[in-house]
């Protein structure tokens, strides 16, 4: 990329060959490594979540389960999972973040399968991927001419490492002022700073508070996660739960726990506690079961 009048010059190759583009409005949507993001020195030292994940062949008895594995060496920072697509079939996966750590999310996920052989015997892996997913907020995601969008401009969940509601929030958000800047004609740095403003007003308190929540998590020991987890497992926090569990508002939930449940106010200590944007309106529940696998338990 270079600049141009009014705008950039893009190179790229498509079918073998050399193109150059002009771009009065770049959108940088290429990923966690974006090298639009770099090339407008808009690239950040956010923490990122690395995994491991696979689709397998597995039996499993109840579909509608899904499993959540949890422990500081077995997934340090954050956890495995095992999500069933049907009876035979589940997306199995492991990740760490926000820690120094010299094993593989490979090796991690293989250490899990062999820690947990009730759960995973005869599994057959068919299809693996992997890569990184960045967390929190980004300084700045527009530039003269130019906006980030999705992982490139970290809109991601920094509970689940989920980037797909963010990404496609974003990328509305972003849609809304590049159409706004081109009919006015003003594609300057200030004119698409509005970009920033919408989707820090929409999902900024959710990152920070979301973030705020895994920094706790790091201090968790195994038993920490074992006590909260039993508590929990109660008929009035499992109804809290149902009632306020919203997939793509995690912090909704945890803030609700936080603020209700001494427990949970006394394992998280310091959480930048701000309510969410939802935190007015009825969540309704979309979650499945859950059963969570602990190191400590085994
Ligand atoms: C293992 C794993 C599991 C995940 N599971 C979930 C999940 O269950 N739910 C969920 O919500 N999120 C999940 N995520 C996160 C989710 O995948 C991402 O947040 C989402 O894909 C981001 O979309 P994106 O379009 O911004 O970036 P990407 O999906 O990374 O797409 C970027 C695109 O840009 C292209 N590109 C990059 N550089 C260049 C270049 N120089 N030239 C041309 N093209 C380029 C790439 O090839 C790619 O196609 C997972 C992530 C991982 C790693």
Redesign the pocket.
Known sequence: MSTSRGGYRVA?ISNNKNLTMEARLVIG???????VARWLKLDSNNPRAI???AEAQLKRENADIVDVFLGRRLAPGWFGWLIPLNKNTC?V?I?YALVKEKRSPKELFERMVNKFPDVFRGIQIMRC?????SLGQMPKIYGPHAML????AC???PI????????LRGAQLCAKIAVQALKEDDLSEKGLARYQNLWEREMGREILCGMSYRENFLNFSDEDMDLLIRLLDKPKWLKTILQYGDIDYPSFLANRLFVLNPVVRGLFKRICHTPSPLANSVVSPRGSGVSFGSEAET
Not at 149 to 152: M, P, T
Not at 160 to 167: E, H, L, W
Request: positive net charge.
């Open positions: 790229a949507a290429d990923g966690t490594y974006s090298k995994m491991y994940a997306r996966g990740c991927t992997g890569g990184a997913v969008v999705g992982d490139a809109q991601t969940k689940s490492g989920g980037g797909i509601y963010p990404g």
